[in-house]
Nanobody
Framework: VQVVESGGGWVQTGGSLRLSCAASGFTFDYWAIGWFRQAPGKEREFVAV????????YYADSVKGRFTISRDNAKNTLYLQMNSLKPEDTAVYYCGASRYNSANSRSEGRYDYWGQGTQVTVST
């Protein structure tokens, strides 16, 4: 199993980034896929999750209206479009795969596979 994030980087406040997560080694469209993030000195927190069919999504309140999660099952790839970025969005962003449905995949204990993370830095 491989889960690999990409697309992180440095951006100014108000800017945008799109993260990608490429997965292999499991039946991608059977699994809910989510994004979590971890800022320095803080615990990993839920950001967004999407169901296997791509029809259901859930977001943390802190990112609603700014971030959009999507997936392309033909490419085994997950995306996170991040707009109107704020300094408090600075964190390492992780992609994970959960065998549960999306509604029950908002805690990291529900995830079986994780990527190595990609750094997002938002400056003032």
């Amino acid at each position: 199993v491989q889960v690999v994030e990409s697309g992180g980087g440095w951006v100014q406040t108000g800017g945008s980034l799109r993260l990608s997560c490429a997965a292999s080694g499991f039946t991608f469209d059977y699994w809910a896929i989510g994004w979590f993030r971890q800022a320095p000195g803080k615990e990993r927190e839920f950001v967004a999750v999407i169901g296997g069919g791509g029809m259901t999504t859930y977001y943390a309140d802190s990112v609603k209206g700014r971030f959009t999660i999507s997936r392309d099952n033909a490419k085994n790839t997950l995306y996170l479009q991040m707009n109107s970025l704020k300094p408090e969005d600075t964190a390492v962003y992780y992609c994970g795969a959960s065998r549960y449905n999306s509604a029950n995949s908002r805690s990291e204990g529900r995830y079986d596979y994780w990527g190595q993370g990609t750094q997002v830095t938002v400056s003032t």
